[in-house]
């Protein structure tokens, strides 16, 4: 990893000090060189033509993405957010009354309320693994309530999107394989901050955005679906490019994983979703996510050190995702002012909303959030610690 490449190729960095990498990273250069070439291109020769110029590019992208969290091209479809890739595997499990999905207290209510959902249309039931003494899922009460044949799928995210642990993704894969019961992961904060591979995590699928840790443009994302299972699941939807019309009467469904996808998309955001996943692989994923936790540790302790500010992650691993409340200040106020210093500082907030469960047990309501990425600094912590410091003289 080379710091001072990571910052050369991210001009913004000399403007503002930009901790929102877990709502949307800043673009390195080489990512939007190929989306804004692409974008010239559809204007020179037009959309259809130039797609079909870069087909081959195109096809890169499966196998730089599946290359990224060790899956094969065959088992990625090209989904416009995570949510939407989310929902396209989920959706497609043939769940029924009496099911029982596991998750965690972390899951995304862009998650939660697709199970709550089906528990009214479908009767299926919702059970919340307990955390351990770290504030994480606990290994031995999710190894109990496998033992009920009910369940039919473990599902969570392995970071959060208001911070705390890292989920022992890799143990909790091992206990719903070892259960026969399939693992839906939530990895939309997880690539690009931290090494996914999904044959060591052992999820059946995963789904995963671009904006995010990964750097790639907005409306982008990914499904993973293991290859072995992609054809017993039919998508929610479907269109002529899922599946095939063969007679007036009949149709088929693709057999690998682009039967999640659907034929129209951004195809420079697509382009620069592959360019993000390559350049992230170039810097190296997992020297990045020991610096972003090297950096991310060093701004609790900092934090810990402003009266009146509270530092709010659990788990015995930590992300870059880094949030704390402020006694005399709302979360807001926080954003507003360290967007108002002279190098406006990004930070943003989470509230209840997005994590009920996580933020209803630990009392909270909203928390403030900096996100970092390797490309940023100690001197940018420094920065934000004292314009926090400063707030308490205003
Ligand atoms: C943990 C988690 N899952 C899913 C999502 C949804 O991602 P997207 O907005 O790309 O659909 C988010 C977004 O913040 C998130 O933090």
Known sequence: MNLAQLRADTPAVEQLIHFNNAGAALMPNPVIEVMTGHLQLEARIGGYEAAAQQAQALENVYSSIGRMINARPEEIAVIENATRAW????????LRAGDVVLTSTTEYAGNFIPYLQLRQQRGIEIKVIPNDEHGQVSLTALRDMLDD??????????????????????QIGALARAAGVLFLLDACQGVGQMPIDVARIGCHMLAATSRKYLRGPRGMGFLYVEKSLCESL????????????????????????RRFENWEC??????????????????GIEPMWQRIQRLAEHLRNRLAEVPGVTTRDAGSIKSGIVTFTCKDASA????????????RINVTTSTYRSTMLDMQQRDLTEVSRASLHAYNTEAEIEAMVQALAGMADT
């Not at 929902?87 to 043939?94: E, G, I, R, V």
């Not at 954003?335 to 002279?342: G, H, K, T």
Request: no cysteine.
């Open 87 to 94: 929902d396209m595997a989920f959706y497609s499990l043939p």
């Open 266 to 283: 951004n195809v420079a955001a697509k382009l620069g979703m592959g360019a993000a996943a390559d350049y992230a692989m170039a810097q």
């Open 332 to 343: 807001t106020q926080v954003q507003q002012w360290l967007a108002s210093q002279e190098k």
């Open 234 to 257: 039919q998508p929610a939807f479907l269109d002529l490019h899922s599946a095939a019309l063969l007679t007036p009467d009949t149709f088929s469904i693709r057999g690998d994983a």
């Open 149 to 170: 044949d009910r369940v039919a799928l473990v599902s969570l995210p392995v970071i959060a999107t208001n911070g705390g642990p890292v989920q022992p993704i890799e």
